[in-house]
């Protein structure tokens, strides 16, 4: 039965050599999370590849052309709604045409950076936590510690995990599974 | 950086004012609330009796409310723009700075907006600007710079919005974290279920500099668009091309002024001082010093082309507002916005936070006499000489702007009731950096001695 290890760090230094003994260890970086309450991407956490890699930019530009269409189609059917008679000059007026469609296109490309963001980093999931320890995990992290969370595929090797942590300088470690064990807290 | 600190004290601080509340705090919102009360007494006044009430004629027919609006919404650049800026230039030192700035930014832009609604007279009308068909099926008319503004505003808004709630989820889930009750349920949802993972920072990071590229050109636009309301009319002294430069230059100058006097009564009230420092103060009075010479550079060549140009209906709308009546309001706005200002700013001596603040202050007022003398000054002298007129304020209209100052000022206060004014992660990383640059220098420091 797999076991996930959790360990508290109070300093930036200690979970980055922590994560880089684990992957050393030759645990897979998928299975490795840090959680922390600021970024600590400068320090080079190791996130791996994938999880590096977001479609971001891209949903805004596709947000960015959709509301770009909107505003110009809005604009364009007003104008041609009205019969005005222009004489000479272009039905849909290219200025306030323009300033439609560039208001919208930011509008676009803001909602869906916003909603992107939601769904590549999984926000507005309603998790209702209710053991002791996952809160004072959380609480910790609040404080500012950093919490290593690794999973590992057997009890054996969660124990050599978590001595592995604790010698990185782990000031609490907990293995969560079949059932939880506080290993040490100092 | 202050090396006396560490990670529970940051958190403490800036965590202070969201779980203590002094009585101070009770008075403020009280006394604000009041007048709030009685601004919206006298709004129902206005709204039961008709615009007769304000001091509104022909040919002045936007007085208070637009010139009002026009700083406010001059004001909002204060935050987003200005935020945006310092973070995809990553200025170390902006990290205390931005989240106070982009909440000035929204509540500029709440109370802002009202003040059409407020100049409307029948205010439940304000549909009718939306692009929304009306009952004759016409749709608006969207060669009205009126309509520009409205789509501007709603998207900047909207924007400054999410660039203020986006980088605040992960100190909504410290709060989440730390607090009970009512409480921790509504910072829970607030925080969307953040746990701060290294995947989620990256995407955060990736999203806050994106809404920062796409917010700055929606910024300028707004002021721009607000500009154009006066200048593609064929009204003598606002048919300018430099209106829409002028304008977001003198938005982002009077945001910077607003964001200063912010800055200096939070770090005075919520005891900021290790946060709030000097340099920050000094960083922004350079700002505001260069924003002040563009302003004058700016308003210089404007008036110096009339001048030159000499246009009959051009030049009695100048010498209105240089020896005219309207002199003491356009020579109170050249000394309010420069004449004070730059002697403050400009030596390091005088560039305390205290300076600062007195030139802040006086670009604030200087600001709003600019946003006046364009406004009601222009109106005074049209193009036709029997449809000169003048225009003065009623009890209604000063009522209704100071409430209107009350009310910004309350939504400011209870914000940093609720949230951290200062941002708890990005201070935290500014702060690391800073200690990770100083050991750095350590061994190079060293070596040269």
């Known amino acids: ?186 | 950086m202050n090396n006396r600190l560490n990670d529970a004290d940051i958190t403490r601080d800036l965590l202070r004012p969201l779980v203590e509340t002094g009585r101070g705090f009770y008075v403020t919102v009280t006394l604000l609330v009041g007048l709030v009360l009685y601004a919206a007494a006298v709004w129902g006044y206005q709204l039961y009796r008709g615009l007769g009430v304000a001091g509104l004629n022909r040919p002045v027919h936007w007085g208070f409310y637009i010139t009002t609006f026009v700083f406010y919404i001059g004001i909002s650049h204060a935050g987003t723009l200005i935020s945006a800026i310092l973070r995809l230039c990553h200025a170390g030192w902006r990290h205390p700075v931005t989240r106070s700035a982009e909440a000035i930014t929204v509540f500029a832009l709440m109370v802002g907006a009202m003040h059409p609604l407020i100049d409307l007279g029948r205010a439940w009308k304000f549909y009718w600007v939306a692009p929304y068909p009306n009952e004759r099926g016409l749709w608006p008319n969207f060669r009205s710079p009126l309509l520009w503004d409205f789509l501007a505003i709603t998207t900047y808004l909207t924007g400054s919005i999410l660039y203020l709630y986006i980088p605040m989820i992960p100190d909504l889930a410290i709060v989440r974290d730390k607090v009970t009750g009512w409480r921790k349920r509504l910072y829970g949802l607030l925080a969307l279920g953040w746990q701060g993972t290294e995947q989620q920072w990256h995407r955060l990071e990736k999203a806050i500099t994106l809404m920062a590229i796409i917010i700055i050109p929606v910024a300028v636009s707004v002021h721009t668009v607000v500009s154009f309301v006066f200048a593609m009319t064929i009204q003598p002294m606002w048919h300018s091309t430099i209106f829409g430069p002028l304008f977001v230059v003198g938005a982002i100058f009077s945001g910077i002024a607003a964001l200063i006097v912010a800055m200096v009564v939070l770090r005075k009230v919520l005891h900021l001082e290790p946060y709030l420092q000097p340099r920050h103060f000094s960083n922004l009075g350079l700002l505001l010093l260069t924003m002040s010479l563009l302003w004058f550079y700016f308003t210089f060549a404007e008036y110096l082309t009339v001048w030159y140009g000499n246009l009959s209906e051009e030049m009695a709308n100048f010498w209105y507002k240089l020896r005219g009546p309207f002199a003491p309001w356009f020579w109170g706005m050249v000394i309010m916005n420069c004449i004070i200002p730059v002697p403050l700013l400009a030596f390091r001596k005088t560039r305390t936070i205290t300076g600062c603040f007195i030139a802040s202050v006086s670009v604030l007022i200087g600001m709003w006499l600019e946003r006046f003398v364009i406004v009601v000054g222009s109106l005074s002298r049209p193009r036709l000489e029997f449809a000169w007129g003048e225009y003065a304020p009623t009890w209604v209209e000063i009522s209704l702007f100071v409430g209107s100052i009350a009310y910004f000022i309350l939504l400011y206060v209870v914000f940093t009731k609720l949230f951290p004014i200062v941002s708890i992660w990005e201070f935290k990383e500014g702060w690391r950096g800073a200690e990770r640059r100083a050991l750095r220098q350590v061994p190079a420091v060293a070596q040269a001695e």
């Open chain 1, 1 to 186: 039965m797999a076991d996930t290890i959790y360990a508290l760090f109070h300093d930036p230094s200690s979970a980055e050599r922590a994560v880089s003994r684990l992957l050393a260890a030759g645990v897979d970086s998928d299975s490795i999370a840090v959680r922390s309450s600021e970024p600590f991407l400068a320090w080079r956490l190791p996130a791996g590849g994938e999880k590096q890699k977001t479609r971001l930019p891209l949903y805004a530009v596709a947000g960015g052309v959709v509301g770009g269409l909107v505003g110009f189609s809005l604009a364009a059917f007003t104008f041609r709604t009205m019969n005005l008679t222009t004489g000479d000059m272009p039905l849909i007026a290219p200025g306030p045409t323009g300033i439609v469609t560039f208001e919208l296109t930011a509008l676009g490309a803001i909602f869906a950076t916003l909603l992107s963001l939601i769904a590549e980093a999984g926000l507005g999931r309603r998790e209702r936590v209710s053991d002791s320890d996952q809160i004072a995990l959380a609480q910790a992290v609040a404080e500012g510690a950093l919490l290593v969370c690794a999973r590992c595929p057997d009890e054996i090797t969660a124990r050599a995990t978590a001595q592995a942590l604790e010698d990185a300088g782990a000031t609490m470690v907990t293995i969560k599974g079949g059932s939880p064990q506080r290993l040490s807290h100092s």
